[in-house]
């Protein structure tokens, strides 16, 4: 059992950060009533370190094979825990989205070792094993983060993060014991323009969006901010053609396969994650469960998350990579829209048959992901190829909150201006804050239980469109998926089952 340790303890590091891309989604009613958030702060809690994770993974890697692969893990491990302290700690929203940034940051660190690590621990048939471990706790962590959540909650929403602190010192001691020092000869510096311009590109983009959903589109900020953002993206590719040692080399991108791989990750985050932070509004500001009740809520979607990734993900990555990612992300897209039957007189039930076809979606497609990007690269881009995968999937994640917020809000609004209710945008505000609470306890009585029913139809139909977006989402990405990749690796048909096996070569991040 001892040869398994290392795989213990860096699958507990991938285990914590993933799982917190979705812990806090059950505990936001709780935070904004504490905190007195807005919903745009509410977006960012989610956002931020999503966002951050996106940004860093890549830069974190160069890090990681300069100075040492467990050296960066270990460090990561330190910030993310003390990052958690102060989210658990923050006294109000703008310290929490502070603490929330940093803990992306850390998260990143650790994130960008993994594979290496295990690529380093393991050979032959255990390190194949590894990787199937790897791929089921990846596959598994984001979607038991409510659950996870929704259980801590119940004693306070601060707890989602300091549960964090004994599992990163097991982590750290584990890790320092068993985990062997590697790093990668002559390796290149970061790319700290690439990373900064990335960042700020990303960023502005899904600050925009996130204005959209609070404030509409009409505004100034919301289009200055999304076309700054475009503008800087534009410029982050100039500089990446133009490098010797790109943050990530964008010719890669001329190769159609590796694009559908990025883009059927990135769709598969946004289109299977993104709408659980607003069914969590729905199941407690509106139904009245509590966070541990709305958290269970989400076992079809987390069990079979994990019991296809454990059970068939070995089998899976024997196929060939189209069919079994854009099955899982048309299954994605199915699940999202079995559950847009939602109405006004709904109960948590008509989600169970959506999170359970959703669930097996993401259980196929997620394992699958990281190799068959591998298997479209030259060998010497693989550690690149699995930095991007993690790249798109959480930026996927950011872009789909902001966008599905927007979608969100403006159909409640929509619904409360067609009922006649004063400052429909400053009540669809507050709705999608978890303020329901609030809102009916401000009104005469004699109005409070119309408008009850007014809040139940007005959240319902905003989700209801949640669920249709993220339908199509998961759709339009198996269809770009099977047009993009072909039904083979590059170099011939065993090649891609073989480099699944093996992971990636040592200088993978």
């Not at 998350?305 to 990579?321: D, E, H, I, M, N």
């Not at 699958?368 to 690269?377: D, G, P, W």
Request: glycine residues 14%; neutral net charge; charged residues 10%.
């Amino acid at each position: 059992m001892r040869k398994w340790l290392p795989l213990v303890a860096i699958c507990t590091g991938t285990f914590i950060l993933l799982v917190d891309v979705t812990i806090v989604n059950v505990a936001l009613p709780d935070m904004a009533a504490d905190l007195a958030t807005t919903y745009g702060q509410l977006q960012w809690v989610v956002d931020v370190y999503a966002l951050a994770l996106a940004s860093l993974v890549l830069g974190a890697g160069s890090l990681a094979d300069l100075y040492g692969r467990r050296r960066v893990y270990v460090a990561g491990l330190v910030v993310f825990a003390v990052a958690s302290l102060a989210c658990g700690l923050a006294p109000n929203a703008e310290l929490l989205l502070v603490a929330r940034a940093v803990q992306g940051i850390g998260g990143a660190a650790m994130f960008a070792t993994t594979i290496a690590q295990i690529n380093t621990s393991y050979e032959g048939r255990d390190r194949g094993t590894a990787f199937g471990v790897w791929g089921a706790v990846v596959g598994a962590a984001a979607a038991l983060g409510p659950i996870v959540g929704g259980a801590l909650s119940e004693l306070s929403w601060r707890w989602i993060f300091f549960v964090n602190l004994p599992v990163c010192v097991v982590a750290v001691a584990l890790t320092l014991a068993v985990v062997q020092e590697a790093r990668q000869p002559g390796a290149p510096h970061p790319d700290v323009p690439g990373i900064a311009l990335f960042t700020l590109g990303a960023g502005l983009v899904v600050f925009g969006l996130v204005r959209a959903a609070a404030d509409g589109w009409t505004g100034a900020p919301v289009w200055g901010a999304l076309a700054g953002g475009a503008v800087v993206l534009a410029g982050w590719v100039a500089v990446e053609r133009r490098r010797r040692e790109p943050m990530l080399d964008v010719a890669l991108f001329a190769n159609r396969s590796f694009t559908g791989i990025m883009l059927g990750a990135l769709l598969l985050n946004g289109a299977a994650f993104s709408s659980s932070l607003f069914i969590s509004l729905w199941l407690q500001s509106v139904l009245g469960l509590s966070p541990l009740q709305g958290g269970l809520v989400f076992i079809p979607l987390s069990l079979l998350s994990f019991a296809v990734a454990a059970g068939a993900g070995r089998y899976l990555q024997t196929l060939p990579p189209r069919f079994v990612l854009a099955g899982g992300l048309g299954l994605v897209g199915v699940g999202s829209l079995l559950m847009a039957f939602v109405d006004g007189s709904s109960g948590w039930v008509v989600l169970v048959p959506g999170l359970t076809v959703l669930g097996i979606g993401v259980g196929a497609a997620n394992p699958t992901l990281a190799a068959s990007a591998l298997a479209t690269v030259p060998r010497e881009r693989s550690g690149m190829a699995s930095g991007a995968v993690n790249t798109a999937r959480q930026l996927g994640f950011a872009l789909g909150v902001a966008v599905l917020g927007s979608v969100f809000t403006a159909r409640v609004a929509s619904v409360l201006a067609d009922a006649g209710t004063p400052d429909p945008a400053g009540t669809a505000s507050a709705l999608s804050a978890g303020q329901a609470g609030q809102v009916l306890g401000s009104a005469e009585p004699s109005t409070r239980e119309a408008l009850a029913n007014l809040v139940a139809v007005s959240y319902a139909d905003g989700l209801r469109d949640v669920f249709l977006v993220s339908g199509v989402g998961g759709v339009l990405g198996g269809l770009l998926v099977l047009w993009l990749v072909r039904a083979e690796a590059p170099g011939g048909g065993r090649r891609a089952p073989d480099r699944a096996a093996t992971g990636a070569p040592a200088a993978t991040r």
